[in-house]
């Protein structure tokens, strides 16, 4: 995968625009109709409460828009209809606390005052004074009356906007919760394949912990990113254009000053980025290192007791634990200082200038705005402060989420092997290497110029000192590696023609240390490969002469299987894997030292069942015991991955060389055992 960690989590998220797109609708819908509210609330207030302080009108006819007062009948002027017959004029002001009704169109704009039954204007081009009286509060209800009804259905029409906007909310976080959870799905599950695509060579630079640690711990972090980071950071952007949409619809000069708050919010997010990376790089990466340290000490704990190692264990673990805490307290101080403060000093930044702006002219009853777009724009001040506070508090969790997604990607970018299972035929098993050299690592050969081979239904037998290249043979011979330079055919074919899984699909392995799944026997026979039928297993496991402890099991051939098989014994454990290879039939069987920890009393049983094992296909053993293999059709003597001597056991004892010299050792320490 190429690209960005940021396009790589938008490729991913691509693969379900469908639901997402329509959620993001959903929301956009939801986020306008809960905005509606202050511009309801706008116009309840300038409209039908503060309205009232108006001109009114005296008329002849009554009807639903009419007030009754001292026997007359008045409407308001933005009430009157066409064919309404205006005679007296009347104007309603509010001075301090009370309502007065003047005789008279009376200015609106201005400093007003009552004194001695009079109601005095000061506007800016002229003084006005009118006779007025003071209206009692159930006279003033009587002008409220008309308004009733338009209040009711203004407040009607929010909570059904509400319930409606209730529901889009609903199907906006369902769609979007639903596709974080598949894209977590998908990915979790694209790595976990793409694992098993991985050269072996990079399971033995990695410690098993930290794979585990990028599968599990990082996947579940990139998921908060999808379930929690991307919602909130896509509901806030939503809902502060909605409010700016708003706040310039209500006042621009206004709305011009509160976008200063974007480039604050964008400079803080590019400062955090910066340092709350660096953190979180520190913290994953610890995260990883204490994984892999937990696990090496879970598999080796019989040693760390044996070894009264527990003090040494402990102090290793407490070094990773310690500078996990460091950083960890470093991102806390970080988000203490930034998150919350950060929030409260914009706000408060924001009121200055909503104070400073009406502070002059604005806010007496002469003011240039009216009280509704006051409201409303403090309304709209506050919520714009709630996504804010959202979009900033998510901060933390989306830099983790991206640490952990460039972990993931990492991973996912380690260059896998071709995967190719198309079925081939089953080969002879005629085994070639010519002039073979392979290094581990540059220049430092473990295998030199050799050369070999093995005809089909032999057995080849490889045997040396500690690095001498033995098991080295059988990596490049399964393709866990590749050869520098000569090549190695099977029936004449190069194996590199072949993909590695066609190779591998009639090749068989028993290693020294036989690795048991956690199941049952017959599914560790199976491999749940529906190729394999039940009656195949337990036939392979009765050849091997694996039924003689099979049958004293409550669950027989359905026991289960703990982790690596630890309630079986060592010759149990790998009486099953012979099974297993015998099930698959193979056309080449390998026997890494497969009898090098099996005791003296199972020896004989796994000699017969490898006996059976062996019948039929190319054997090649990688012997530890000389005894073992004296039946061998040609046994090769490895030294530093030299070729020293090759022949049958007879004809090696015969020449008195190296392979004499091993046998004699080892027959020296089986009578000095008996002795």
């Not at 509010?94 to 201005?110: C, F, H, K, N, S």
């Not at 030294?639 to 090696?652: A, I, K, P, R, V």
Request: charged share 25%; glycine share 6%; with cysteine.
């Amino acid at each position: 995968m190429k690209g960005t960690t940021e396009r790589k989590l938008f490729n991913y998220a691509w693969d379900f625009k469908k639901p997402i797109l329509l959620g993001l609708v959903c929301l956009i819908i939801a986020v306008g109709l809960e905005l509606t509210g202050p511009f309801i609330a706008k116009r309840l207030i300038d409209q039908h409460i503060v309205g009232i302080e108006s001109t009114w009108y005296q008329v002849a006819e009554e009807d639903e828009k009419t007030v009754r007062h001292d026997g007359s009948i008045y409407k308001r002027e933005d009430r009157l209809d066409s064919d309404d017959e205006q005679l007296e004029e009347m104007t309603i002001l509010q001075i301090d606390r009370g309502y007065y009704l003047a005789e008279g169109t009376v200015p609106m704009v201005g400093s007003r005052s009552f004194e001695s039954g009079q109601v005095t204007v000061e506007a800016p081009d002229e003084t006005v004074t009118a006779s007025a009286e003071k209206l009692s509060l159930e006279e003033l209800y009587g002008f409220f009356a008309p308004e009733k009804s338009a209040i009711y259905v203004l407040l009607a029409i929010y909570v059904g906007l509400l319930l409606v906007a209730a529901v889009f909310q609903f199907w906006n976080s369902f769609l979007l919760q639903k596709s974080s959870n598949r894209i977590i799905q998908k990915m979790r599950g694209d790595i976990f394949k793409h694992v098993h695509r991985l050269p072996v060579k990079y399971f033995i630079d990695q410690p098993a912990g930290k794979v585990v640690a990028r599968i599990t711990n990082d996947t579940e972090a990139i998921r908060e990113l999808y379930v929690k980071v991307l919602a909130t950071f896509v509901t806030s952007i939503v809902y502060m254009t909605g409010i700016y949409i708003a706040l310039f619809l209500l006042d621009a000069r206004l709305a011009v000053i509160c976008l200063v708050l974007l480039p604050l919010i964008v400079l803080f997010m590019r400062l955090y980025k910066h340092y709350g990376g660096k953190y979180n790089e520190v913290i994953r990466t610890t995260v990883s290192d204490m994984n892999g340290n937990i696990n090496e000490a879970i598999q080796g704990m019989s040693i760390i007791q044996a070894f009264r190692r527990e003090p040494q264990t402990s102090e290793e673990f407490e070094i990773l634990n310690e500078r996990h805490f460091t950083y960890r307290k470093k991102l806390v101080n970080l988000n203490a200082l930034t998150s919350h403060n950060l929030v409260n000093v914009l706000r408060n930044l924001a009121f200055v200038a909503f104070i400073w702006y009406f502070g002059s002219q604005s806010l007496g009853p002469e003011g240039l705005i009216t009280v509704g777009v006051l409201y409303a724009f403090v309304d709209y001040l506050n919520r714009l402060f709630q996504p804010v506070n959202e979009l900033v508090n998510q901060l933390p969790q989306l830099e983790q989420a991206r640490v952990a997604a460039s972990r993931v990607f990492e991973l996912m970018d380690e260059k896998e092997e071709k995967l190719s299972v198309t079925p081939i035929p089953r080969y002879q098993g005629h085994v070639k290497f010519d002039d073979v050299s392979f290094a581990y690592k540059a220049e430092e050969y473990v295998l030199k110029h050799l050369s070999f081979e093995v005809k089909p239904g032999e057995t080849a037998a490889f045997v040396g000192h500690t690095g001498s290249g033995k098991s080295s043979v059988m990596n490049l011979l399964f393709r866990f590696y590749d050869a520098q330079h000569g090549s190695i055919t099977i029936d004449g074919k190069d194996t590199k023609e072949w993909s590695r899984q066609q190779l591998r699909s009639h090749m068989g392995i028993v290693l020294q240390d036989p690795f048991l799944f956690s199941g049952t026997i017959l599914s560790n026979v199976t491999m749940d490969d529906p190729r394999i039928s039940r009656e195949m297993a337990i036939e392979a496991l009765k050849a091997v002469g694996a039924d003689r402890f099979i049958e004293r099991l409550p669950g027989k051939y359905d026991e289960p299987v703990k982790e690596k098989g630890s309630t079986l014994s060592m010759g149990e454990r790998q009486l099953i894997s012979f099974a297993r290879a015998l099930a698959f039939d193979p056309a080449i069987l390998i026997l890494d030292e497969a009898t090098a920890n099996i005791d003296t009393e199972t020896e004989q049983v796994i000699q017969e069942a490898l006996n059976v094992l062996k019948e039929g296909r190319t054997t090649l053993v990688i012997a530890h015991r000389l005894s073992t293999i004296q039946q061998a059709d040609r046994i090769f003597v490895l030294n530093h991955g030299t070729m020293m001597e090759n022949g049958t056991h007879d004809e090696l004892i015969a020449q008195k060389g190296l392979y004499y010299q091993m046998y004699q050792m080892q027959q020296g320490k089986l009578k000095a055992t008996a002795i």
